[in-house]
């Protein structure tokens, strides 16, 4: 865990801008903590549950709006809150504070453990809060419409035993 903190310092865009030497170290690190396995059944964990804020990405610019336009910036901060343990109401959420002062963007789905490892959601509803509103705006997307596009999947491939930091790769924004 420590290499991996020692090498996300001072990689910013939350990778975007990260040299092939820092990529490698990231990488390295990476690779060695899947090796070792953290918690066996990370869905099942209560250490699963909060929320995360986002230090890096693979892939800060390719997959949904959210990425493109808010990941790499690094005066943002992005953040995915989980909510497993009420059955009836389990939910991912990300989110992006922009500032106190100005609010944030949180976009949410409905969720469900597919596996040990696995958690599926459908995006379905989206809002900004601002600060200085008393009410949410929302969000313009059509989940309904989007149909599969608005579905994805979380695959938590290490979560450490202290529950500090979790290795997650997923087809949307993780």
């Known amino acids: 865990e420590e290499a991996l903190i020692d090498a996300l310092v001072g990689v910013g865009g939350r990778g975007?801008?990260?040299?092939?030497?820092?990529?490698?170290?990231?990488?390295?690190?990476?690779?060695?903590?899947?090796?070792e396995g953290g918690?066996?059944?990370?869905?099942?964990?209560?250490?699963?549950?909060?929320v995360w804020r986002l230090m890096y990405t693979t892939r800060?610019?390719?997959?949904?709006?959210i990425q493109r336009t808010f990941v790499g910036v690094d005066a943002f901060t992005v953040f995915q809150d989980i909510?497993?343990?009420d059955r009836?109401?389990?939910?991912?959420?990300n989110i992006v504070k922009f500032s106190?002062?100005?609010?944030?963007?949180?976009?949410?789905?409905?969720?469900?453990?597919?596996?040990?490892?696995?958690?599926?959601?459908?995006?379905?509803?989206?809002?900004?809060?601002?600060?200085?509103?008393?009410?949410?705006?929302?969000?313009?997307?059509?989940?309904?419409?989007?149909?599969d596009e608005a579905k994805g999947w979380l695959d938590t491939t290490y979560l450490s035993p202290s529950g500090n930091i979790r290795i997650s790769r997923g087809n949307k924004v993780h």
Request: charge should be positive.
């Open 16 to 35: 975007r801008s990260a040299s092939q030497e820092q990529l490698k170290a990231i990488a390295n690190a990476v690779t060695a903590l899947e090796s």
């Open 39 to 50: 918690i066996e059944e990370p869905t099942k964990s209560e250490l699963i549950e909060g």
């Open 60 to 65: 800060p610019s390719t997959a949904s709006p």
């Open 83 to 85: 909510k497993l343990s």
């Open 88 to 93: 009836s109401d389990q939910r991912v959420s």
């Open 100 to 147: 106190e002062k100005i609010g944030e963007l949180k976009v949410e789905a409905e969720a469900s453990v597919a596996s040990s490892k696995r958690i599926n959601f459908r995006f379905d509803r989206a809002a900004f809060s601002f600060s200085f509103l008393p009410f949410k705006v929302p969000y313009p997307v059509p989940f309904r419409l989007l149909g």
